[in-house]
């Protein structure tokens, strides 16, 4: 194991740190007093300076990137829920949106005979693209599918 040679000078400055610090912790009210004459131009900021606890920053916290997407919530929630009750069910839904998080919504609509496909962003909540497939099962004419399709297009910011 190697050990850190340090300069004089910050030696010097480590011996008198400690000295401040052990000074202050016996005669805090003439401890600079005493320093003043052991170290000649010592200046009260530096006294201060010496006593101040120094620490390491505590390492900031990583944000989840999959908060933005509108299935992270969802998840979430089924994680919640399958965390109370136990149930398998929750877990395997959870799993199911985890592994579509990123991908678009794909919505069909079947008029009749007709079938018709919309691709919306994987960033719009699940909440409003379930609302959007309830308006969407209630019409009954094409006009009507693409009235609510831009209605909804023209409600969700875009990202």
């Given amino acids: 194991m190697e050990r850190k040679t340090f300069s004089p000078e910050r030696l010097m400055h480590i011996r008198r740190l400690r000295k401040a610090r052990r000074l202050y912790?016996?005669?805090p009210l003439f401890a600079y007093y005493?320093?003043?004459?052991e170290y000649p131009g010592y200046a009260l900021s530096e006294f201060w300076e010496d006593l101040r606890i120094r620490r390491k920053?505590?390492?900031?916290?990583k944000k989840s990137n999959a908060i933005k997407y509108g299935r992270y919530w969802r998840i979430q929630k089924l994680l919640k829920a399958y965390g109370d009750t136990g149930d398998?069910?929750?877990?395997v839904q959870a799993k199911k949106?985890?592994?579509?998080?990123?991908?678009?919504y794909q919505v069909f609509v079947k008029l009749g005979r007709e079938c018709y496909?919309?691709?919306f962003s994987c960033y719009i909540p699940l909440e409003k693209i379930e609302m959007l497939t309830k308006q969407f099962r209630a019409c009954k004419t094409v006009e009507e599918i693409?009235?609510?399709n831009k209605q909804f297009i023209a409600s969700i910011p875009i990202y």
Wanted: proline content about 10%; hydrophobic content about 35%.
């Fill in 25 to 27: 912790k016996k005669i």
């Fill in 34 to 37: 005493q320093m003043l004459q």
């Fill in 57 to 61: 920053p505590k390492p900031k916290s």
């Fill in 88 to 91: 398998i069910n929750l877990m």
């Fill in 97 to 104: 949106l985890q592994e579509r998080i990123a991908k678009p």
């Fill in 117 to 119: 496909e919309f691709s």
């Fill in 146 to 148: 693409d009235t609510v």
